[in-house]
């Protein structure tokens, strides 16, 4: 028994204060700042990316010109896309948590290559700026999936924006070169394969992809760059190429990358899972294998984008299938967080009403998801609304509200302080909430016939829109409140203490805020990570001798 402690306070000397000014910032290796500040960049892409989603929901609001012309309008819509996909989702977790947690969670100094770090970094934040710079100058209208002949062929500058997203994608794949030489490496004495965290196998598993499949996707823009500035005729069918191409080499990328964007999540979940459930994962096995499984078969369904492109009937049978083998590894990650649930001893936290609203939200966007890979559902269903509220509510419902409760769940790891609870859970019920009422009329909409991508529609539509508009709205006001108490406890909060949750992850044997090397002495782990099985609340792991 430990003697009931005196209220906690702030470590003297920590990775925030260690060097001080700003240039200590711009030239540190330490992945924990690094990794924060990724996650300043991430919450301003979201910030902007949020701000042109709310202006697309008023241009909604009425049949018709409401604020902004239709060339304004597609403009718009493109650039929430492409920042909110390429800027904010595919960096989001692996960049910020992954880069502040991955070290601390295997017991090591840093990742393996410091300075390519930083230069991830570096990569990102110029990517970004080139894409911002093109779309405010003259913006994109492409959609964020810049579909040929159309972006080699319009008159916008779409030449930066995918320029950007070329150089962000260096980014992406530099940070998973490290993240995988870290974990091959850099493990603590006792972290063997079986016993490293669920939230290390999912930022590496993403790492995989991240390694694998990014190179398409910048071959794929380079060759486009080229049928635009030197008039190759690759994709642009008038110039003897194959628009079909490009979607096939797209979408070989952004399939997996659609993996990219929810593996993180589940990986936070599984951690947030076993920690406010004080039980033991139900199935470690199940999770990692479901990880690998995922990242692998991602990799075979690439043509459910393409049924109604004149696909054969054997191709598409084959993507469509294949395409739902997704669905049962998702499945059995459910099962699991589910069961390690059941009996558990529940602790309402704002990381897990978050995590609830994930898995809830989930199950309805892989649903839907194997609705849409039904080849003759999806005749009726392509390019309406039924898809856009299909990927939302995973890449929103699911994969942002994983970040949320990330966010939450480690924000005294990250600065020492808490943040007021009841708020917390408050406004994570007011976003869930606010989320369906987006997106579920979506789904209604797209059935309906709305198609995806116009500013304009007949009026027995406009309620539907209305509802949506109004969620939307909700949403924004649920962030706000976010910023509003995160920013106030960054300096006001309550002194978290070490370890405030009292979770076994290995990342909380640290101190909160860590200092710069992590832990005061090298660590060897007996005990596997969420293991709740002993009583007591300090993880059974030792320090080195
Ligand atoms: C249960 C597994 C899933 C299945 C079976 C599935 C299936 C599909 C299918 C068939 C489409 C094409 C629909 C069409 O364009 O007509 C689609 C679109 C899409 N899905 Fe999924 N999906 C799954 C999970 C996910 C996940 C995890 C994400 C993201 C994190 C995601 C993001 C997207 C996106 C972004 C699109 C639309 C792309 C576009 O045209 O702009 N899906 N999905
Ligand atoms: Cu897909």
Redesign the pocket.
């Known amino acids: 028994m430990s003697l009931p402690s005196a209220e906690p306070r702030l470590p003297e000397r920590h990775y925030l204060n260690a060097e001080r000014g700003l240039w200590s910032w711009l030239t540190t290796h330490d992945h924990k700042r690094i990794g924060l500040m990724f996650l300043g960049m991430l919450l301003l892409m979201f910030l902007l990316g949020g701000i042109y989603a709310l202006a697309l929901r008023i241009e909604l609001l009425t049949p018709g010109e409401t604020i902004m012309g239709r060339l304004a309008y597609n403009r718009a819509f493109t650039l929430h896309g492409v920042v909110m ?1 390429w800027l904010f989702l595919i960096p989001s977790i692996p960049s910020a948590f992954g880069n502040f947690l991955l070290p601390l969670m295997i017991g090591a100094k840093d990742v393996a290559f410091p300075r390519l770090n930083l230069a991830s970094l570096y990569l990102y934040v110029l990517g970004a700026a080139i894409t911002l710079w093109g779309m405010f100058e003259g913006g994109a209208d492409t ?3 810049f579909y040929t002949p159309y972006s080699t062929a319009t008159g916008t500058a779409v030449l930066p924006v995918l320029l950007g997203v070329f150089v962000v994608g260096f980014s992406t794949i530099l940070t998973g070169v490290n993240f995988i030489t870290t974990v091959h490496t850099m493990r603590a004495p006792g972290i063997t394969w079986m016993k490293v965290p669920l939230f290390v196998w999912a930022i590496y598993g993403t790492a995989v992809i991240q390694v694998l499949a990014t190179p398409v996707l910048g071959m794929v823009l380079v060759l486009v760059m080229l049928e635009r500035v030197a008039g190759l005729g690759i994709f642009d069918p008038a110039r003897g190429g194959d628009p079909l191409l490009y979607q096939h080499l797209f979408w070989f990328y ?1 399939h997996p990358a ?2 990219i ?2 593996l993180p999540g589940m990986g936070v979940v599984s951690e947030a899972v076993c920690a406010f459930s004080r039980k033991n994962p139900f199935s470690y096995r199940v999770l990692v294998l479901s990880t690998v499984g995922i990242a692998f078969v991602g990799f075979l ?1 690439w043509g ?2 393409m ?2 492109s004149g696909a054969s009937v054997l191709g598409a049978g084959a993507f469509s299938i294949l ?2 083998l ?2 049962i590894f ?1 499945a059995l990650k459910i099962f699991t967080w589910l069961g390690t649930m059941y009996r558990g001893s529940i602790w309402i936290t704002a990381p897990f009403v978050y995590v609830l609203g994930f898995i809830f939200l989930l199950f309805f ?2 649903m839907s ?2 609705a ?2 039904v080849t003759s559902a ?1 005749i009726h ?3 309406t609304y039924f ?1 856009v509220a ?2 939302h509510f ?2 929103v419902g ?2 942002l509200m994983a970040f949320l409760s990330g966010l939450h769940y480690w924000f005294p790891k990250m600065f020492g302080r808490r943040y007021p609870e009841a708020v917390g859970i408050g406004t994570a019920v007011l976003i869930i909430f606010g989320f369906i009422a987006t997106f579920l009329p979506q789904f209604l909409l797209g059935n309906m016939g709305m198609p995806r991508r116009y500013a304009d529609y007949p009026e027995r539509f406009q309620s539907l829109h209305v509802a949506s508009t109004a969620g939307a709205s909700l949403l924004g006001f649920g962030f706000l409140i976010i910023a509003i108490y995160l920013g106030w406890s960054l300096r006001h909060g309550r002194v978290a203490g070490r370890n405030p949750w009292e979770s076994r992850g290995y990342e909380w044997l640290s101190e909160s805020p860590p200092p710069e090397s992590n832990f005061h002495e090298p660590m060897v782990f007996t005990d596997p990570p969420h293991d709740y099985s002993k009583p007591g609340v300090e993880p059974e792991v030792g320090r080195a001798a």
Do not use: P, R
Request: charged residues 5%; glycine residues 12%; without cysteine.
């Open positions: 996909v959609g964020w999936t952004s659609v993996y964007m929810i369904t459910h984008h049924f109604v395409s739902m997704v669905a998702t966007g892989g998801g194997v849409v890979a999806d269903w392509h390019d898809v299909h990927f995973i890449m699911a994969s």
